[in-house]
C-alpha cells in the first residue's frame, strides 16, 4: 500500500481477490488507467502519469511506481506538501479493492444495524467516497436526491435524522496535530424509524 516502502504492486485487502494494482498498473489500456487516477485519486495529471506508467511497463514494486510517478509530475506540483504519488496509490487501491461499489451497500448495512435512537458516523478521505455516503445519507434521511436544489424535495419516511447540515472538517490544530486528517469528512446520523 505504501509508497515510501518498497514491495509488490498488489494492495489487495482480501488475499483471495484476482486483480490486483499490477494488474491494473501493467494490463489496462492507458486511457482506462488515466480514468482510474482522476475518478479514484482526484489526479490532476492522471493522463500525464498513465503515459509515463505504460512506457515504464512493467514496473513491479511499489518504489518503482513511486519513481515514476513522481519524474511525471510537473516540477512545481512535486515541491507542493505531500508525496507525489499519494493520489495515484489511493486511485490504485480503491480501484483494486472496489471500494466504491461496496460502500453504499455497507452504509446500509450500518444503518440496519443500530437500534432506534442510535447515532452513526462516517468518515469519507475522498470526494468520491463523500458524494456517496452524502447522498446514501440523504435518502435514508428521507431527502429526495435528485431533485434540483430549486424544486421542493419529495419526503420519504425517514429512516436517519442527519444532525448537521454539513460534513464536519478537522480544525486547524486537528490538522496540524494529525496532517492525514486534513481531507477527512464527518458526517453523523441518528436512527429514528425502521
Do not use: C
Not at 19 to 25: E, G
Not at 44 to 68: G, H, N, Q, W, Y
Not at 102 to 111: G, H, N, V
Request: glycine residues 4%; proline residues 5%.
Amino acid at each position: 500500500f505504501s509508497y515510501r516502502e518498497n514491495g509488490p504492486l498488489d494492495m489487495r485487502m482480501n488475499i483471495n481477490s484476482k486483480i490486483t494494482a499490477y494488474t491494473i498498473v501493467n494490463e489496462i489500456p492507458k486511457e482506462e488507467l488515466a480514468k482510474v487516477l482522476r475518478d479514484y485519486g482526484d489526479e490532476r495529471f492522471s493522463r500525464r502519469i498513465a503515459d509515463a506508467i505504460f512506457a515504464a511497463r512493467p514496473i513491479k514494486t511499489t518504489k518503482e511506481l513511486s519513481s515514476v510517478i513522481s519524474d511525471a509530475m510537473p516540477a512545481q506540483s512535486r515541491r507542493s506538501p505531500g508525496h507525489p504519488a499519494r493520489r495515484s496509490f489511493q486511485a490504485l487501491r480503491i480501484a483494486v479493492n472496489s471500494e466504491l461499489e461496496i460502500l453504499e451497500t455497507s452504509i446500509k448495512q450500518a444503518i440496519d444495524n443500530l437500534k432506534l435512537g442510535g447515532r452513526g458516523a462516517i468518515l469519507s478521505y475522498h470526494s468520491g467516497e463523500d458524494k456517496i455516503v452524502k447522498r446514501t445519507l440523504r435518502e435514508f434521511a428521507g431527502l429526495n436526491t435528485t431533485n434540483s436544489k430549486y424544486r421542493p424535495e419529495i419526503q420519504k419516511k425517514p429512516v436517519i435524522e442527519l444532525l448537521a447540515t454539513k460534513a464536519e472538517k478537522p480544525s486547524e490544530s486537528e490538522t496540524l496535530a494529525n496532517p492525514r486528517s486534513s481531507s477527512a469528512l464527518l458526517r453523523v446520523f441518528e436512527k429514528v424509524g425502521e
